[in-house]
Structure formats: structure tokens, C-alpha cells
């Protein structure tokens, strides 16, 4: 059975430069805050939505630039350029070949990943071709959920600049000029490359308003799942830490003291009472700031000796002075403590909560996007296969001309939730 993280797949992946963390980062990471690797930025977090109930508005008609005539293979014009062979249409949008090859891609690195250590040969195929087989459905809902939230006005300019920030930090790049330059070397556009960042996040705040916020998860139902699996939550002892670094890499030894002042004042201001997750988000430089610099649940042998002695002989909410390392100033916090055995209720019941949203936001979100495909225009080139479009997908020629491809620059189409009419 296909059970794939349906936001994390959504956006095709980005070459190493711009990989993010994961929204749930893992049980027990392995690395040691002291001389931590860099972490992967996330893909699409799934927060938290649920589907509107818009009125029923008849399926946009198709959207012009010969959308009918036969779809072309990458061929050379008159001119000289090469013609890009257009697989699909949504709305006014277009995916081109070369974008469903990327999304294969990454979607065999992402099983790579996944299998690593853990899969035969025969299994890690199998599960290579069962990601790539919904490449195009994903890329394709990737786009729904971008053009719905430009329709609601979702604004994530902020956010995209704090990521590209992130992933030049993450690089030791020590300006924006240099990440634009390793982007291009990698073969990108740096346009393309903030592009996806953009749509990534306008993604997530889609399924964040319109289906996670519609899912709720009660005490009463998280008892009675703890009740019905509390062998589940036997542990070791362990603490959750969460961090705010302030990166020192690529900076002249005059700069270090106000950066180490940077850090002393945050530390004072979350002893003053300010929130540690709402400072990690706006000033660390850390990879899991977005995630309210949540590093996630260690158990003993699993960070330096130093450290752990440090972290597990505190107690929970309490906070580390600022501590120096090779990759600048870091502020840790035991978030929560499990002494080992059986944990009770309250310790696990967050952990509770976050399985059974987890649960159901995948059926919620494959609803969600079933309602914008059959409000939208989708048409597949014969020949390719989106997984999920039943009766909403037309397949058809689609056109693979140079006026055709000039729409999806202008990015002119028709609303999901009918046409836009300027007053």
C-alpha cells in the first residue's frame, strides 16, 4: 500500500543545497549538538487543515494556447531554442518533462533514504517505482495548492527569504551572492530555485488553514489510545532538547563578541519570560528553527559525554548557559524528561496527539486536493498517469509550443473557486 508523507511529497525535491528538515524531526537523532551536521531543512511540515465546504461552481473550461493540438518532444524552433514537451496542464499552469524527471528523481533518493541500512536490494526497488509512480499526481497537487494559496493571498515573502538564510548558513556560504552562485553550479536558475521554496510554503499554509485546522484530536480519545497501547510507551531514559544557535561560521574574529552578546541577551530574554520556540523561529540560525528549535529525544550514548551529563542532570523547561561551539553560540533547553519505564499519560500525551493527526490528515488532504481537482482544469498528456485523477484528470494532447509556455511565466489562469473579475 502507497503510504507516503503527501506534503513532503508534493514538492519535488530540491538538489542538496535546499534540503529541509523534517516537519516531525526523528525520535532519536543522531547527531551531537557540540559538532552537529547539518540537518535537512523540511520539506512540506503537514499542519494542521481541514476541507471548506465551497459551493459546487462548474469546472473552469479549458484554458486557451491550443491546449487540444499534439504535444510536441523536445525539439528545436526555428530560432534555434529548445521546446520543452509539455505533460500536463493545471489551470494555466504547466509541468514539463523535465520537471516530472526531477520529481522521479528525488523521489528515488527519497527511498533511498528511507531504505538505508534496512532494505534488500528487491525491496528498495519496490519501493523506488512505488515513489516515482505518483510523481506526477504530486507535482500536480504541488501546483493546486500553490495556485490556492496565491488565490487566498497567503504572503510567505518573509519565510522565504528566513529559509534561503537558512540554507546559505547551512552551506557555510557567508552572503546571498554565493548561494546564488553554488545554485547555479548546481544547474539551477536561482529564480526556479526560490520559486520552489515559495510554493513549498505556500503549500504548507494551504494545509495548514484549510485541512489541519479543520482536524481535532480529544483528551478523551488520547486516553483511550494510551489505555489500548501502553506498551508503546515503555521507554529508556531520555530528555527532548530544543536549541537557538547563533551561527559564528564564515564571520572575522571582530564580530564574534557581538554575536556572543546576540546570544546572552536571548538567553535573558527567555529567563525574562519571552517564549523559546517564538525567539528560536525569528533568531536562530539553526535548521530547526521553524520547527521552534526542536532537536528532538535523545537517550543517553547518543550525544557527547560532556552534554549528556549536562542535559540529563536537569530538569524539565530548564535552560544551559550559553554554550560555545565550533559553529558558534547554542542555547539548549530540556523540553521534557522521560525517566525510564513505563511513561505515564501526561509525558506522551503530545506524542498522542501528534500520531493520531498524523493519522488522519492524509485521508483529509487527499479529500481536500480530490475537491480543487474538480473545481480546477487538469489535463494529461496520453501517456503519463496521475495516480489520482479518477475522473477529474482529462487525458489529452496538450501543447508544447513556445506561446504555451510563455503562460505558465505569466502565470495568467483561472481561479479555482471561479473567475477573478477586476472591479
Known amino acids: 500500500m502507497h503510504k507516503t508523507l503527501l506534503v513532503a511529497g508534493l514538492l519535488f525535491a530540491l538538489p542538496l543545497l535546499a534540503q529541509n528538515p523534517p516537519a516531525n524531526p526523528p525520535a532519536n537523532p543522531p547527531a551531537q549538538p557540540d559538532n552537529p551536521s547539518p540537518q535537512k531543512q523540511p520539506s512540506l511540515e503537514a499542519p494542521q487543515m481541514a476541507a471548506p465546504e465551497p459551493e459546487q461552481p462548474k469546472k473552469p473550461a479549458a484554458p486557451p494556447a491550443n491546449a487540444g493540438k499534439p504535444a510536441a518532444k523536445p525539439a528545436l524552433t526555428g530560432e534555434g531554442k529548445v521546446v520543452e514537451e509539455i505533460i500536463a496542464r493545471v489551470n494555466n499552469e504547466i509541468i514539463t518533462s523535465s520537471e516530472l524527471e526531477k520529481a522521479r ?3 528515488a533518493e527519497d527511498a533511498q533514504q528511507e531504505c538505508s541500512g534496512r532494505c534488500t536490494p528487491e525491496q528498495l526497488e519496490v519501493a523506488r517505482e512505488d515513489r516515482q509512480k505518483f510523481a506526477l499526481r504530486d507535482l500536480i497537487d504541488q501546483s493546486l495548492l500553490a495556485q490556492r494559496g496565491k488565490d487566498m493571498g497567503v504572503n510567505v515573502e518573509g519565510d522565504v527569504i528566513k529559509q534561503l538564510d537558512q540554507i546559505r548558513i547551512q552551506n557555510k556560504l ?9 545554485v547555479t553550479k548546481e544547474g539551477l536558475n536561482f529564480d526556479d530555485f526560490k520559486n520552489n521554496i515559495r510554493n513549498k510554503l505556500l503549500t504548507q499554509e494551504v494545509i495548514r488553514r ?6 481535532t484530536i480529544g483528551h478523551d480519545e488520547a486516553m483511550k489510545y494510551y489505555e489500548e497501547h501502553k506498551k508503546e510507551f515503555v521507554k529508556p531514559e531520555q530528555v527532548a532538547l530544543r536549541a537557538i544557535e547563533i551561527s559564528t561560521d564564515g564571520k572575522k574574529e571582530s564580530e564574534l563578541p557581538d554575536l556572543k552578546k546576540r546570544a546572552d541577551d536571548l538567553l535573558k530574554r527567555i529567563k525574562d519570560g519571552e517564549d523559546f520556540a517564538v525567539l528560536a523561529k525569528r533568531f536562530s540560525d539553526g535548521s530547526t528553527a521553524q520547527q521552534g528549535g526542536f532537536l528532538g529525544v535523545y537517550k543517553r550514548g547518543e550525544l557527547s559525554k560532556q552534554l549528556e551529563d549536562q542535559v540529563f542532570a536537569m530538569k524539565k523547561n530548564q535552560l544551559t548557559d550559553v554554550i560555545e561551539t565550533k559553529q558558534g553560540y547554542l542555547i539548549l533547553q530540556v523540553l521534557e524528561r522521560y525517566e525510564e519505564g513505563e511513561q505515564p499519560f501526561d509525558k506522551v500525551e503530545n506524542e498522542i496527539m501528534d500520531h493520531l493527526y498524523s493519522e488522519r490528515m492524509e ?3 487527499r479529500e481536500y486536493l480530490k475537491t480543487l481537482r474538480e473545481q480546477s482544469y487538469v489535463v494529461v498528456k ?5 495516480m489520482a485523477g479518477g475522473g477529474n484528470s482529462e487525458i489529452e494532447e496538450v501543447s508544447a509550443t513556445p506561446e504555451a509556455a510563455k503562460v505558465k511565466k505569466a502565470h495568467k489562469k483561472y481561479l479555482l473557486f471561479g473567475k477573478k473579475t477586476n472591479g
Open 382 to 386: 496520453p501517456g503519463y498517469q496521475d
Open 363 to 365: 485521508p483529509a488532504l
Open 105 to 107: 528523481a528525488a523521489a
Open 210 to 215: 484549510e485541512v489541519g485546522s479543520h482536524i
Open 174 to 182: 557567508d552572503s546571498m551572492e554565493k548561494l546564488e552562485s553554488a
